[in-house]
């Protein structure tokens, strides 16, 4: 139990246009979702947490019109890049967090990797 | 700001042996939970031990706390070649709504 699938994989897309990303936890609700970046050899930084049905909150720093965040069910969450550049080329991760005594523990997406050319 | 720092940076060791990681934090915490995550890979949840834990086992995998020094350990013993990955530290803090704070992880090589 407690998986969470991400979509796509990876994207290359061209500066300027807009990506999005799907995070969907399948085999439990998820309350919260959290979206992660990690640059190369580096450790995860959180960016935003989103909760179902309410607006994402976003760490210092991350600009919310920037990266858009949607939590529109108990198993999807959406982030999408818009207007991307190269600067936003990374790994971006999410996680899922249920309720009750699954609110413990995150369960992670294997993740997005995202090329600006 | 990362609230973990894990030592060492890197580790690498002979098939068969132990590899131990320490992670310190900076404030006070619900529970500590430890991952690993193989290369362009997500994160694999291994262990979560609570602040009020002192030790906590999962097969080859010994995690302690020592929350006076605000430090845990993770102990891998007889180690594989599958085991090469980073692994991660990560706090969590209730009144922070259980966030997760990583640490900068360890970079294990286990050589057959």
């Known amino acids: 139990g407690a998986v969470v699938s991400q979509h796509p994989s990876w994207v290359i897309c061209k500066s300027g246009t807009s990506v999005k990303i799907e995070c969907r936890s399948l085999?439990?609700?998820?309350?919260?979702m959290f979206w992660y970046r990690q640059f190369p050899k580096q450790s995860l930084m959180l960016m935003a947490t989103?909760?179902?049905?309410?607006?994402?909150?976003?760490e210092q720093g991350v600009e919310k019109d920037k990266f858009l965040i949607n939590h529109a069910s108990l198993t999807l969450s959406t982030l999408t890049v818009t207007s991307a550049h190269p600067e936003d080329s990374s790994f971006y991760i999410c996680?899922?967090?249920?309720?009750?005594?699954?609110?413990?523990?995150?369960?992670f997406g294997p993740g997005t990797r995202l090329l600006v050319l | 700001s990362q609230q973990g720092e894990e030592d060492p940076q890197a580790l690498s060791i002979q098939e068969g042996e132990n590899a131990t990681m320490n992670c310190s934090y900076k404030?006070?915490?619900?529970?500590l939970q430890w991952y690993r995550q193989n290369s362009g890979r997500g994160l694999v949840h291994l262990i979560l031990?609570?602040?009020?834990?002192r030790e906590k086992h999962s097969g080859r995998l010994r995690v302690t706390l020592d929350t006076s020094k605000k430090s845990s350990s993770l102990l891998i013993t007889a180690s594989r070649a599958a085991d090469t990955a980073s692994y991660f530290c990560?706090?969590?803090?209730?009144?922070?709504?259980?966030?997760?704070?990583f640490g900068g992880g360890t970079r294990v090589l286990v050589k057959p």
């Open positions: 996680s899922a967090r249920g309720e009750g005594g699954w609110q413990e523990t995150q369960y």
């Open positions: 989103s909760n179902e049905g309410s607006k994402a909150t976003y």
């Open positions: 990560a706090t969590a803090f209730k009144a922070a709504g259980n966030k997760l704070t």
């Open positions: 085999d439990f609700q998820a309350t919260t």
């Open positions: 031990i609570r602040s009020n834990e």
């Open positions: 404030t006070s915490i619900n529970n």
